[in-house]
């Protein structure tokens, strides 16, 4: 192209903007993370706003995925935040630092101030985001994305079954405090699904949480649509029913999980491949509760026994903050001692993309979280199922009853976050534990079914994120309707002219 010729050419457009606002809770915050790559590695700048002590641990991804792809549009943004205002430390500005249930409502009202800063940094942006994209649990960000005249999308962390049973749920009012029956039939559910209502609470409705609920609702209400980190071939009825109780787009557009960008911190990702390297393929099942949950030493004890009884190969994570109790540490060096070779366990933070990837497990014990639960189809894993919360019991009812990839432990009541619920609650026991474990990894039509399946959800969750697949092209769709002067863009047009 000649000098003249380049002078005349016309400025390459902007890219569209994202801009993205997690939950700071490991749950919430992985997935966007993974958006926001995706978003990114598809030619969008993705700005990803966050508190202070969240920045600066993605710091370090968003350099990692800098330097592996130089033009890649996606930055971390600081928010300032003053959780010590709402009586709590002041480095407790993610899920993980919440040292028990009293702390819980405040970390939530905190957040709710995030909203000054955050219109600050809209406002300030010339021209305005092409769309914000925030968790379902920050509705603060509805009014600032209404005023400034940005069109939102929410990001919702569970499965499509659980959003739509929880949205079902309340608009038939079978959440009502007053309602005598103990379970309850959710009608319009594509497949049909009896919940206890104990065990389908969703988010926001421990006592004293009604406001942030109706906050929540409403701004879901108020959205342009959401995003779950699912994709359709794992859930397309309930995908459809979804959208049309809810009344907008629903952009699947996962498994974000096979973006890889997961940040495995904390323990050395290479002598874990090397102990599973030496293990038999598809011999090993991988243990962990996700990352909020922590156990009391004696359900701590039922679960090391139950995997010492079961005779398999285990790979067991326990969290730093289930060491704190001065027995903890004494048992779990005996029980390594008993297992020495066959079990390896991992205190802390464990690398659990690169785990569920390795051809040595065969199996995983999880809580349910979705993203637990997705990372593990993604890779083809099946699944014992434990839920303790929220959305967790019906991710359970999806994977056994629907997609016929899980064995269920036989937990029965909801366990809190923290350790005060957890004392009243009577412990899965180290049978059950032993008897899910052989169920899963064993021989039989049974686990052969569950392995076959999970093998082909995993082969299609590949399919869903390649060029063609679904999910690759509802994000298409979805930069074309926000980013590329569609739906969204003539939308905000049409706000700010008026
Ligand atoms: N995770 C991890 N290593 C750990 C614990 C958790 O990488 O030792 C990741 C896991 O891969 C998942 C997330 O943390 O992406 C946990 O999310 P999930 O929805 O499963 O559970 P939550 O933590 O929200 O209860």
């Known amino acids: ?194 919940v206890a209502k104990a065990r389908a609470r969703g988010f926001f409705t421990s006592p004293g949480c009604q406001d942030l609920r109706d906050e929540a609702m409403a701004a879901m209400r108020a959205s342009d649509g959401v995003v779950v980190n699912t994709f359709l071939d794992l859930e397309a009825e309930t995908v459809a029913c979804y959208e049309a109780a809810l009344g907008k787009p629903v952009w699947t557009l996962g498994p974000f999980c096979l973006v890889k960008s997961n940040p495995g911190v904390g323990v050395s990702e290479s002598a874990i491949t090397a102990w599973l390297d030496a293990q038999a393929p598809g011999s090993v099942v991988y243990v962990s509760f996700g990352s909020v949950t922590r156990k009391l030493p004696k359900q701590l004890f039922e679960v090391g026994h139950g995997l010492e009884d079961s005779g398999a190969p285990f790979l067991w994570v326990v969290k730093e903050s289930e060491l704190a109790s001065p027995d903890v540490t004494p048992w779990l060096e005996a029980l390594e001692a008993r297992t020495a070779g066959r079990g390896l366990v991992v205190r802390g933070w464990a690398p659990q993309l690169a785990i569920l990837s390795h051809g040595a497990v065969g199996g995983f014990v999880t809580h349910c979280g979705w993203n637990s639960l997705i990372e593990s189809i993604a890779h083809g894993v099946p699944v014992v199922t434990w839920p303790h919360f929220a959305d967790q019991f019906l991710n359970e009812q999806l994977a056994v009853d ?53 093998r082909e959800y995993a082969s299609k969750a590949r399919v869903a994120m390649e060029k063609g697949g679904d999910s690759y092209e509802k994000l298409t769709q979805l930069l074309e309707t926000f980013g590329h002067g569609g739906g969204g863009e003539e939308r905000w047009n049409n706000t700010v002219a008026a």
């Open 402 to 454: 629907v997609l016929g990839v899980g064995v269920p432990v036989g937990a029965t009541a909801p366990v809190m976050i923290l350790y005060d619920d957890a004392a009243t609650t009577v412990p899965v026991l180290r049978g059950d534990v032993a008897r899910a474990v052989l169920a899963l990894l064993g021989g039989g039509e049974e686990a052969e079914r569950r392995r076959k399946k999970a």
């Open 1 to 194: 192209m000649t000098a003249l010729a380049a002078a005349a050419a016309p400025a390459a457009p902007a890219p569209p903007h994202f801009v993205l606002v997690p939950l700071p809770a490991h749950g919430h915050l992985i997935p966007m993370v993974d958006l926001a790559r995706l978003l990114a590695s598809r030619g969008a700048r993705a700005s990803l706003l966050t508190t202070p002590v969240n920045a600066r641990r993605l710091r370090g991804v968003a350099d990692q995925a800098a330097r592996a792809e130089p033009k890649l549009l996606l930055e971390i943004i600081e928010l300032s935040f003053s959780p010590a205002r709402f009586g709590l430390p002041p480095d407790c500005q993610n899920a993980d630092k919440i040292a028990d249930n009293t702390q819980m409502l405040p970390f939530f009202l905190a957040l709710r101030e995030l909203a000054a800063p955050f219109e600050a940094y809209v406002r300030a942006l010339v021209p305005r985001p092409s769309c914000i994209v925030s968790d379902w649990c920050n509705p603060w960000t509805a009014s600032v994305a209404a005023s400034l005249g940005v069109p939102r999308l929410f990001f919702h962390g569970p499965s499509c079954f659980f959003s739509l049973c929880d949205l079902l749920a309340d608009a038939h009012g079978l959440r009502d405090q007053e309602s005598p029956c103990s379970h309850h039939v959710v009608p319009g559910m594509p497949v049909p699904v009896t």
